[in-house]
């Protein structure tokens, strides 16, 4: 059975200070990796897919790494808009997203 | 942009009513999917379809049916309503054709059944 964990469950930061969040996965036959972003009373948002170990991705102040068993996204500099929930899911053979619980992630001006 | 539209944002519904969720996108994608989402557990998925009059069991289907008539619709039925059905509901979509793209999410029907 496909797994996902997210770690922290909730992280605080203030502006500026840099930090990363982790996605550990079990899964028979990976095909991406993605993570989303979820604002509060909204569906969550497309960020990156990311494929094959060693692959990064970059979005504005958000990279997003991949190893064969966890992801990372660091925040570098965040600022309160990046306030919101990093979700990270992946996709076996099978098609279907399996999602891990979350980070809730609140950047004090 | 692909759209996907879910009919309500809020919904209050009665033990014992049966209960429709109506989600709509307008790109002509073949997937659509239905998850509900709960405060620690995550966003699990409850069916899906990968065509029209295609359906298939999530990890959650007890207590939920669905019916994909036309390409562009996706409908979430709950039979029954029950208290433990109270959750944030989430339509996703997706193209057949772009199978590690991920899915596009509509903004969620919020659903208290009292």
């Known amino acids: 059975e496909d797994q996902v964990t997210q770690s922290p469950e909730a992280l605080r930061l203030q502006e500026g200070e840099s930090s990363s969040l982790n996605c550990s996965y079990t899964v028979s036959g990976l095909r991406g990796l993605f993570w989303y972003r979820q604002d509060p009373g909204k569906g969550p948002e497309f960020l990156f897919t990311?494929?094959?170990a060693g692959e990064e991705k970059e979005k504005e102040r958000l990279k997003a790494t991949l190893t064969k068993k966890e992801s990372f996204l660091h925040i570098t500099a965040p600022k309160p808009e990046d306030s919101a929930t990093y979700l990270c899911?992946?996709?076996?053979?099978?098609?279907?997203?399996?999602f891990g619980s979350g980070t809730q992630l609140t950047v004090l001006p | 942009d692909v759209k996907v539209t879910q009919s309500s944002r809020y919904l209050v519904k009665r033990t014992g009513e049966k209960v429709f969720l109506e989600c709509v996108q307008d790109m002509d994608h073949e997937n659509m999917f239905w998850y509900r989402q709960d405060p620690g557990l995550g966003l699990r998925l409850i069916y899906f379809s990968y065509d029209v009059k295609m359906k298939e069991k999530g990890d959650i289907p007890e207590g939920y049916s669905v019916s994909r008539e036309k390409k562009e619709r996706f409908s979430l039925i709950l039979e029954s309503a029950s208290t433990n059905q109270t959750s944030m509901y989430l339509c996703?979509?997706?193209?057949?054709?772009?199978?590690?793209?991920?899915?596009?999410f509509g903004s969620g029907t919020r659903l208290t059944v009292v």
């Open positions: 899911a992946v996709q076996a053979h099978g098609g279907q997203l399996t």
């Open positions: 990311l494929y094959s």
């Open positions: 996703a979509s997706r193209t057949r054709t772009g199978l590690n793209y991920g899915y596009t």
